[in-house]
């Protein structure tokens, strides 16, 4: 009996166990070595860098304004964007954020009505939304959407790509474009729906869809630049994106800093030049 | 490459597996041997995670463990923070997901233990630790290999979870999954790519090792003879 053999000789089976047990514990060591040395927030080289919370149509605008933020004061906060419903959500879980920039005032002013914010915050901006296409696709990208109304007439839409208008500002706005232009029964069963506006942009440019409408400061990426052309939608086909920011609860010195900043000529400019509309400006 | 979420990866699934292969042995073999009242409704519950949308978990953690839960406040009260949006919770709830993982190869393998042996080493008056060091673990090597690797290798890949109990805060939940999710929503296409094809190389390798460490393991041992 092999197993009889093997539980009398001790010294052969035992070698080989160590060998496994050795095999595993190296599988383990890197991970664990790792463990040691993470997580005690001491260990961290900046304790104040803020995670800010921030609607996807900011990705480009925003993360060129940390950067100028990190330049000029030294300091540095952690961005995340996401849809602006989402992350109300999370707050209200209790997320971790000290700066939640909305792209939908409402979901900022009910924070404030059920005590997660210091305020009411500030108006940073005014979006704006357009028709995009990928420059490889023949859809005629137009103001008013006719291009999109002819095309899909003859049934030349397979894929239309919206944020989802149940917690993004950017799809509901889009929403209302496809109602006003009296396309959104017939363009619903087509649509596809990112989970915020960043990866509806994705969705409408990667070539899988015919185009869809999402948010001029994503057009005016370098990135999408080089590869779809949009057309700005008017503001009065659509409620307009009042982008509200407010600090949270549990606010630091670096998100007030950084809240402050966002208001500062500098910034306004960046946001400016991504085609936002800013407070306070006559258009 | 986001290193740091790669990082943030490997720290998870080890931490997963340091706590929870532990825990799932002693539940494995338990389940592997005793009969009990309600045992098919427990062997339910811990390979639900398997089927259940990762989002369906991901909810009912965000929920029962957030900051407005019983359980949420309570922790906060007495640790000064919550279980949801930072890396304790994703522990947790990296634990809970991989249960299935780690509980089922380990409870087949004491399984395939033959009574007779267990009997053998019963009659030579070995106890519960002796047998089960040198007697059962031995023969199920293989099954706890199994259930170490997937458990890490499903954890570095988890991300449906993580997304709904982490909140994607960088060094802090925002793990390698999420980072590649994130990539393609900036157009960062190169550096998706690159992430995406680390973790392939990585799980071809930790899964291919796995196999032919139980393999080499199963001929050195000679286990078809049971």
């Known amino acids: 009996m092999p197993l009889f053999d093997r539980l009398n000789s001790k010294g052969a089976s035992s070698a080989r166990s160590i060998a496994l047990w050795a095999a595993i514990l190296l599988l383990l060591a890197a991970p664990g070595a790792a463990l040691s040395s993470g997580n005690a927030p001491a260990s961290r080289p900046n304790a104040d860098e803020p995670v800010v919370a921030a609607a996807a149509d900011l990705k480009f605008a925003l993360d060129e304004i940390a950067l100028a933020f990190k330049r000029d004061t030294g300091k540095s906060v952690k961005l995340i964007f996401g849809s602006s419903g989402t992350f109300a959500a999370q707050i209200r879980n209790g997320a971790p954020f000290q700066l939640y920039l909305s792209a939908d005032e409402k979901y900022v002013t009910d924070l404030h009505a059920d005590g997660f914010t210091r305020d009411t915050g500030a108006l940073y901006a005014l979006g704006r939304i357009v028709l995009i296409a990928p420059s490889s696709s023949s859809l005629p990208v137009d103001p008013t959407l006719q291009g999109v109304a002819a095309r899909l007439a003859k049934g030349g839409i397979k894929r239309f790509a919206i944020a989802n208008p149940e917690h993004a500002p950017y799809g509901r706005c889009a929403e209302e474009a496809l109602r006003k232009a009296g396309l959104w029964t017939r363009i619903r069963s087509k649509l596809v729906l990112g989970e915020n506006v960043a990866q509806a942009a994705q969705f409408a440019t990667c070539g899988s869809a015919e185009g869809g409408i999402v948010a001029l400061s994503l057009a005016k990426s370098p990135r999408l630049a080089k590869s779809a052309t949009y057309a700005v939608i008017p503001t009065q086909w659509h409620s307009p994106l009042r982008q509200r920011m407010v600090l949270l609860k549990n606010a630091g010195p670096t998100a007030h800093s950084f809240y402050s900043y966002l208001q500062t000529p500098a910034a306004r400019a960046v946001m400016r030049r991504y085609g936002f509309e800013l407070p306070g400006e006559v258009k | ?226």
């Open chain 2, 1 to 226: 490459m986001d290193w740091s979420a790669l990082l943030l990866s490997m720290k998870l699934g080890g931490m997963t597996v340091l706590l929870l292969i532990p825990a799932a042995l002693f539940a494995a073999r338990s389940l592997a041997y005793r009969r009990f009242w309600g045992k098919p409704l427990l062997e339910a519950l811990l390979t639900v995670p398997l089927v259940l949308p990762p989002t369906v978990v991901g909810y009912y953690l965000l929920v029962g463990l957030g900051g407005r839960s019983w359980i949420g406040s309570t922790m906060e009260r007495l640790f000064g923070q919550q279980l949801v949006f930072n890396f304790t919770g994703l522990v947790l709830a990296s634990i809970v997901v991989n249960i299935p993982f780690a509980v089922q190869p380990m409870q087949r393998a004491f399984e395939a233990i033959p009574q007779d042996v267990r009997d053998a080493a019963a009659c030579c008056g070995i106890g519960y630790w002796r047998a089960l060091l040198t007697v059962e673990l031995p023969l199920a090597w293989p099954g706890v290999l199994t259930a170490l690797v997937l458990s890490f290798a499903h954890t570095i890949g988890e991300f449906g979870v993580v997304l709904m109990v982490g909140g994607n805060i960088p060094g802090e939940t925002k793990t390698m999954a999420i980072a590649i999710y994130d990539s393609v929503q900036a157009f960062d296409f190169t550096s998706a790519g690159q992430m995406s094809l680390f973790l392939l190389l990585l799980s071809v390798l930790v899964l291919g090792l796995a196999g032919g460490l139980g393999r080499g393991f199963g001929r050195r041992h000679d286990l078809r003879r049971f």
